[in-house]
């Protein structure tokens, strides 16, 4: 079946870099997505690669994503207060209705 | 970017009575809506998908009867607890796309729900 697994929590220090690791097992993934949620707040789409893709780079975010471990991690760059949120990956499905499974979530806390 | 709107942001309502969720799509046309669950601390649960014009498909475990999915249009979904029970108090989110697997999904802000 479909699951996403993701560690529970991160804390790190501000300026330091943050590496939110996250599982999956469904093979027919087409994309992989990071969301940003704060709290009480809906998702917040932060970057997507594509299943065919290595790595992808957009400004602080770094994306790898090894396709044959089915690992995929997002890498935050001078970590800032700013940062702390829940972080969720998700894989997209390549069904009719393209949905998405959502790992449980990363909690980030980025201390001063 | 496109934006979705969901509305309201919390609501609290007495235990029996039905509380209407809505999502709409302004600056797109949303051919496909999503309709998610997260309970504290948890991860998002799809509920439902749903078509605009076309009856909603719920996932294993979520009852029809209960949440009532309505897509009228092109930029507007509905999701309507009906006899909402203090267990369903929990964060919904909703999501639209307009469609195609290179679309991506854009998520409204979310609402919460406490059934006194």
């Known amino acids: 079946g479909e699951d996403v697994e993701q560690s529970l929590f991160l804390s790190v220090r501000e300026g330091d870099s943050s590496v939110i690791n996250c599982t999956y097992t469904?093979?027919?993934?087409?994309?992989l997505y990071w969301y940003k949620q704060e709290p009480g707040a809906g998702l917040q789409l932060l970057t997507y690669?594509?299943?065919?893709?290595d790595m992808k780079q957009d400004q602080r975010l770094t994306v790898l994503l090894n396709k044959k471990d089915k690992h995929l991690s997002l890498r935050i760059a001078d970590t800032q207060t700013g940062d702390s949120a829940i972080y969720f990956c998700a894989e997209s499905i390549m069904d009719s209705s393209y949905k998405l499974i959502f790992g449980s979530g990363t909690r980030l806390l980025v201390r001063p | 970017g496109a934006v979705v709107s969901q509305h309201p942001s919390w609501v609290i309502c007495k235990s029996g009575t039905s509380v209407k969720i809505e999502c709409r799509s302004l600056?797109?046309?949303?051919?496909?809506m999503f309709w998610y669950r997260q309970f504290p601390k948890q991860s998002l649960m799809l509920m439902a998908t749903s078509n605009e014009g076309s009856k909603a498909t719920y996932e294993q475990g979520v009852e029809k009867d209960k949440f009532l999915i309505n897509h009228a249009s092109l930029t507007l979904s509905t999701l309507t607890v009906t006899s909402a029970h203090p267990e369903d108090s929990s964060f919904y989110i909703c999501s639209a796309t307009r469609g195609g697997v290179n679309e991506k999904l854009f998520f409204g802000s979310g609402t919460q729900l406490s059934v006194l």
């Open positions: 690669i594509f299943s065919n893709m």
């Open positions: 469904d093979s027919s993934s087409t994309y």
């Open positions: 600056d797109f046309q949303a051919t496909t």
